[in-house]
Each structure stands twice: as C-alpha cells, then as structure tokens.
C-alpha cells in the first residue's frame, strides 16, 4: 500500500503547503509543466518523485524526465503525461496507446482544470490534478492525494486551496 501526492502545474511555484500535504506520502507524482529543477528538487526531498516534463518544460527538466511515464503502482498499470486530455476526448499524441492497452490510471495536466472521471469504456480512471502553481487563469489551486494497493486507487483527496487569504480545504472524493 503506498499513499501518493499528485500535482501539476506548479510553473516553478513552491508552495510550504505542498511539504506540508505531501508529507504522510510515500511518493510524489508531478504531471508537468514543473518550472524549475529547484521544485522537482524540493519535491523530491518530501518524498521520492516520479515526473514527467511539460509544454513550458525545457532544458535540464527535459532531460531528466521523460514526455510520458508508464510503470507499475502497487499491481495497477499507470500512465502518465501532461498533454493528455480525458475521457473521451484522449489527446491524438497518446489515444493509440490508451486504447491499445488501457492503465488502470492515466494521469494528465495541462488544462489546470481538475478532473477525476471514470472511463467506462476502457475501464480506467483518469485524474488531472489541475494546477498547483499560480500561473494561469484559476482561482483555486489543487492538489490530490490518494491510496494505491492491490491494483485499486482510493482515498482521493482533493486540497483547494484558493487564492488570497482564503483557508484551504480537502474534500474526499467519492
């Protein structure tokens, strides 16, 4: 059983939040568009990191991680890449693969719109943990934890926290 952070977007943005959120978590996922090798670093000093780069990633994260992730989390196949979409709207770059061998888990950034939704056709779930950093148009930041073990995905949190003075919240997923 692992406990997983997922974030994207944090556009070199560190928040003392994410330390804070992610320190019960076993790993740490960051769906793209990371911004600097000093966040993957901090990330990485919380717990291990498993990333892939983004759109606005360049140079030294380009070669440290790659475009698209696939590996095994605790029995589940998992998929991960920052230009992704959703379900029933897969970006061309990765439809094929996603339909030739469905993960039990896609992972995809990009949109800073959080999304968690069940693909019932290919029996996959899919979570856009939206954006972390300030970069963009949102007005709330997210982040997403969640259990991984015996090939199921559980527990999904969502942390809001919103922009201002506001207090942030986690809301469980059902």
């Known amino acids: 059983m692992k406990r997983i952070g997922l974030l994207s977007d944090t556009h070199g943005y560190w928040d003392e939040r994410y330390a804070k959120y992610f320190a019960t978590c076993d790993e740490i996922w960051h769906a793209g568009d990371i911004g600097s090798m000093l966040i993957a ?59 030739r061998r469905p993960p039990k888990l896609f992972i995809s950034g990009h949109s800073h719109i959080l999304k968690i939704k069940y693909d019932k056709e290919l029996h996959l779930l899919h979570i856009n943990p939206g954006a972390a950093g300030l970069q963009g148009w949102q007005t709330v930041r997210t982040l997403v934890r969640f259990t991984a073990d015996e090939g199921r995905f559980y527990d999904i949190e969502v942390i809001e926290m919103p922009r201002g003075e506001s207090e942030e919240t986690i809301r469980p997923v059902e």
């Not at 990633?57 to 475009?67: A, V």
């Not at 989390?73 to 439809?95: F, N, Q, T, W």
């Open 41 to 99: 670093e901090r990330l990485a000093q919380i717990a291990p990191l498993r990333a892939v780069y983004g759109n606005c990633d360049g140079g030294d994260l380009r070669l440290m991680y790659p475009e698209k992730l696939c590996w095994s989390c605790e029995g589940a196949e998992v998929l991960m890449k920052h230009i992704g979409g959703y379900p029933g709207h897969y970006d061309p770059s990765i439809r094929e693969q996603i339909y």
